[in-house]
């Protein structure tokens, strides 16, 4: 295994990641046959089988996994590395991967712009996907840091807290329940909500706040994939919707929302910037969590209730 290449590591993780020899291939710029003799040769040097060959493709087995996990590992040292030297010769570059959950596309162009005009030089490519797509990524080193409510709990992470998460209940502005005060828990429990998919941290957090209500969990109400859907969907009358204040901002200021005023609510949790515990924190990645500790909150959107009082009041 000492004898090991970056070439025959990049050839796993190409078909791995696109589960067929012809792709991996193209995609390296090989023949078929030249990839093929490849991992034939690493799979007689390492006594194990990589892949099983199957008629939909090429399966990665245990040994497989364990050889992409390598793979990344060192792609990330590498990466390091450049940004550590960098760092060394005085130049601020680098380059970062960011995950954020979808509730915080609402406020991750505004982060990220703030951030580049301190530090222009640095590289950040953004993705957006739910919390398990957002887990997912992290945990397979996809991305670097993570932006997300909470922090997953089936592997070690590091994380800190960059800003508050208000999460309140919304309705049509002709709804009956606009410009009510001190709604009970009994009477919001009465209506039907738009929902996020279940394992959502707002659904999660729905549930909790409901679940001394008999029976209410039973029948919460419709799902719906992403917040944009729920909030027209609110809008249009077929339900009320438990959601990040972040996310209603331009609603509000339109008229088209309001926030109602529930008795314990606005439910406060906390965002929180998330990587891997064993991995290396490069000079991009201190550099980024050190801005949002110090300057995060002020680009998360403030969103007031028409009446009586600021949300985060």
């Known amino acids: 295994?000492?004898?090991?290449?970056?070439?025959?590591?990049?050839?796993?993780?190409?078909?791995?990641?696109?589960?067929?020899?012809?792709?991996?291939?193209?995609?390296?710029?090989?023949?078929?046959?030249?990839?093929?003799?490849?991992?034939?040769?690493?799979?007689?040097?390492?006594?194990?089988?990589?892949?099983?060959?199957?008629?939909?493709?090429?399966?990665?087995?245990?040994?497989?996994?364990?050889f992409l996990e390598a793979a990344r590992e060192i792609e990330e040292s590498l990466n390091s590395l450049e940004d550590s030297i960098s760092a060394m010769k005085g130049l601020r570059t680098g380059r970062l991967r960011l995950g954020v959950v979808s509730t915080g596309k609402y406020f991750a162009p505004q982060l990220i712009a703030a951030f580049r005009k301190q530090v222009p030089a640095i590289e950040i490519n953004l993705f957006i996907g739910n919390r398990a797509e957002i887990i997912t990524k992290l945990r397979d080193h996809e991305i670097d840091i993570a932006l997300m409510g909470r922090p997953p709990r089936d592997f070690e992470v590091r994380s800190q807290v960059f800003g508050d998460h208000p999460l309140v209940f919304i309705a049509p502005a002709d709804h009956p329940l606009a410009g009510v005060l001190d709604i009970s828990r009994e009477r919001i429990a009465q209506e039907q909500f738009i929902l996020r998919e279940r394992g959502s941290g707002t659904r999660i957090s729905l549930e909790i706040f409901l679940s001394d209500t008999p029976r209410k969990l039973e029948d919460l109400g419709t799902e719906m994939g992403s917040n944009e859907t729920i909030k027209q969907a609110v809008i249009a009358g077929l339900g009320l919707a438990f959601i990040s204040a972040h996310t209603i901002e331009q609603e509000i200021k339109l008229g088209r929302l309001v926030i109602l005023d529930v008795v314990d609510t606005p439910i406060r949790r906390q965002w929180f910037s998330v990587s891997r515990l064993d991995r290396t924190t490069t000079p991009a990645m201190q550099a980024f969590e050190q801005f949002l500790l110090t300057s995060g909150a002020r680009h998360l959107p403030v969103v007031s209730k028409p009446y009586p009082a600021n949300v985060f009041g």
């Not at 590591?9 to 023949?31: F, M, P, S």
């Not at 490849?38 to 040097?45: K, P, V």
């Open 1 to 66: 295994m000492r004898n090991l290449t970056l070439r025959q590591l990049r050839t796993v993780q190409a078909i791995c990641r696109l589960g067929k020899i012809n792709l991996a291939a193209e995609d390296l710029g090989l023949t078929g046959p030249a990839l093929t003799l490849q991992i034939q040769q690493l799979e007689r040097d390492a006594e194990v089988q990589l892949f099983d060959r199957t008629r939909g493709g090429m399966v990665p087995t245990a040994f497989g996994l364990a």
